[in-house]
């Protein structure tokens, strides 16, 4: 075997639904549990007591957090499905769930695989529009807090569409399609109270979710932040910081391989192929579901 080299042999499944694994069943139903909560929220908020709404809120901004890192994450690299409209459809249910659009966080996240989190160049500009180091000084990462709070506002769409027009291969209606979708569940959350008789104008409902919305996405950037913050960009085996507490791994789907998931993603030959395999192997004697944690 050629040392600068890991191949990983892709699971495969009998399966007439899903594509890899049977086992996709399982991020399959967390990511529609996820989006039935989400409705959940909606129809009991007018008969819940606010510290009760507050306790769900919160709870449904750790689901983004799981949702985009782990079930999200996952789809990504391995659609579930056989069935392409099925794996579609699965996007737009993630999409309303987590009031993003899946198709789009896929190109977000596939740069963040070209730039592994990458230094300024001489420009000052980075690959992964994530990278950690993309609004820091002097090539330092930058602050938590800032990374955290601010990047859900800085996603550049117009950038993001231009990787999709590029695959040519319906993602960007299938990403201005999801937005439609969540832009329009939350239009008639807001107009419709779901009481019977039903009223109209649920502003109170739109006040308490928009800043969970917005509060569940930033936990999602502080994941990221720290799956990355103390790496080396310039190492392909230290690209990201790995996690691998068993709880952790299980609530957000083996997303806390990261380091491994990040070079063996990468198609580039390993700085040193042995260290590689005794890291990957070393970590994978604890994996459950094996392909859950190397995400090819
Ligand atoms: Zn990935
Ligand atoms: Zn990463």
């Given at each position: 075997?050629?040392?600068?080299?890991?191949?990983?042999?892709?699971?495969?499944?009998?399966?007439?639904?899903?594509?890899?694994?049977?086992?996709?069943?399982?991020?399959?139903?967390?990511?529609?549990?996820?989006?039935?909560?989400?409705?959940?929220?909606?129809?009991?908020?007018?008969?819940?007591?606010?510290?009760?709404?507050?306790?769900?809120?919160?709870v449904y901004s750790l689901m983004i957090n799981a949702n985009i890192n782990g079930v999200g994450h996952n789809f990504i690299h391995n659609p579930?499905?056989?069935?392409?409209?099925?794996?579609?459809?699965?996007?737009?249910?993630?999409?309303?769930?987590?009031?993003?659009?899946?198709?789009?966080?896929?190109?977000?996240?596939?740069?963040?695989?070209?730039?592994?989190?990458?230094?300024?160049?001489?420009?000052?500009?980075?690959?992964?529009?994530?990278?950690?180091?993309?609004?820091?000084?002097?090539?330092?990462?930058?602050?938590?807090?800032?990374?955290?709070?601010?990047?859900?506002?800085?996603?550049?769409?117009?950038?993001?569409?231009?990787?999709?027009?590029?695959?040519?291969?319906?993602?960007?209606?299938?990403?201005?399609?999801?937005?439609?979708?969540?832009?329009?569940?939350?239009?008639?959350?807001?107009?419709?109270?779901?009481?019977?008789?039903?009223?109209?104008?649920?502003?109170?409902?739109?006040?308490?979710?928009?800043?969970?919305?917005?509060?569940?996405?930033?936990?999602?950037?502080?994941?990221?932040?720290?799956?990355?913050?103390?790496?080396?960009?310039?190492?392909?085996?230290?690209?990201?910081?790995?996690?691998?507490?068993?709880?952790?791994?299980?609530?957000?789907?083996?997303?806390?391989?990261?380091?491994?998931?990040?070079?063996?993603?990468?198609?580039?030959?390993?700085?040193?192929?042995?260290?590689?395999?005794?890291?990957?192997?070393?970590?994978?004697?604890?994996?459950?579901?094996f392909r859950f944690a190397v995400l090819l």
């Amino acid at each position: 075997m050629n040392a600068d080299v890991i191949r990983i042999e892709r699971p495969t499944t009998s399966s007439k639904l899903f594509a890899h694994t049977r086992w996709d069943a399982i991020p399959t139903a967390a990511g529609l549990f996820h989006l039935a909560y989400l409705l959940g929220l909606y129809f009991v908020f007018p008969h819940t007591p606010l510290w009760a709404m507050l306790v769900l809120g919160f709870v449904y901004s750790l689901m983004i957090n799981a949702n985009i890192n782990g079930v999200g994450h996952n789809f990504i690299h391995n659609p579930f499905f056989r069935s392409g409209l099925l794996n579609r459809l699965f996007g737009v249910t993630q999409s309303i769930a987590c009031c993003f659009s899946q198709t789009m966080y896929d190109a977000v996240h596939m740069q963040h695989h070209k730039g592994n989190s990458d230094r300024q160049d001489e420009n000052g500009d980075t690959i992964d529009w994530l990278s950690i180091y993309r609004h820091g000084d002097d090539g330092e990462a930058e602050n938590p807090w800032s990374y955290v709070f601010l990047s859900f506002f800085r996603d550049d769409v117009g950038a993001i569409r231009k990787e999709l027009r590029k695959r040519n291969n319906g993602d960007d209606f299938w990403g201005k399609l999801e937005l439609a979708a969540f832009a329009t569940t939350l239009l008639v959350m807001t107009i419709v109270v779901p009481t019977n008789p039903i009223h109209f104008i649920n502003w109170r409902f739109i006040l308490f979710f928009l800043p969970f919305w917005y509060l569940g996405h930033c936990f999602s950037y502080l994941n990221g932040y720290y799956r990355h913050y103390g790496a080396n960009p310039e190492k392909p085996i230290a690209w990201g910081v790995s996690s691998y507490g068993k709880i952790y791994n299980w609530l957000f789907f083996y997303n806390g391989y990261h380091a491994e998931h990040h070079l063996l993603s990468s198609k580039s030959p390993v700085e040193s192929g042995a260290l590689a395999l005794q890291i990957f192997f070393e970590a994978s004697a604890q994996f459950f579901f094996f392909r859950f944690a190397v995400l090819l």
